[in-house]
């Protein structure tokens, strides 16, 4: 009984060592993954149909997706960025991929069709409580 105990004690060790929670089980409450919330994201840019305005210039909306998808498979694989294979939050997709230009440091912004113009990472957040909201009330 003892060696059971204790093999069962090292495997489930060994397991949250290297098998992060969320890998295992997803996220919690069977909401999305970080992956498809930053993919959702990506998604809502690109569907839009608002104007980006990035280092002066704008930018249809297909092709802002388009560059926050570059920028975001660059930053997965530059290690001092985001550590060795760490999964991105949305959240962190949005503060330091979203909000500004990595090569002039301006900020990213956004106008609407009714003319309004925002910051793209602020937009970008209240898209993120949109698609968490359904399953925030699902644990309810």
Request: aromatic share 10%; charged share 25%.
């Amino acid at each position: 009984l003892k060696k059971t105990l204790f093999r069962s004690f090292v495997i489930s060790t060994l397991l949250v060592i290297f098998f992060p929670l969320d890998m295992a089980f997803g996220e919690p409450n069977g909401g999305l993954s970080k992956e498809k919330k930053i993919d959702h994201l990506i998604a809502a840019v690109a569907n839009s149909q608002a104007t980006f305005l990035r280092n002066g210039d704008e930018h249809p909306a297909k092709k802002a997706s388009a560059h926050l998808k570059f920028k975001y498979s660059r930053a997965k694989n530059m290690f001092w960025f985001f550590g060795p294979s760490k999964a991105i939050s949305a959240r962190e997709f949005i503060e330091k991929i979203c909000t500004k230009s990595s090569s002039t440091g301006r900020p990213y912004q956004i106008r609407l069709s009714d003319k309004t113009v925002v910051p793209l990472g602020a937009w970008l957040t209240k898209e993120l409580i949109k698609i968490e909201a359904p399953r925030m009330q699902a644990k309810k």
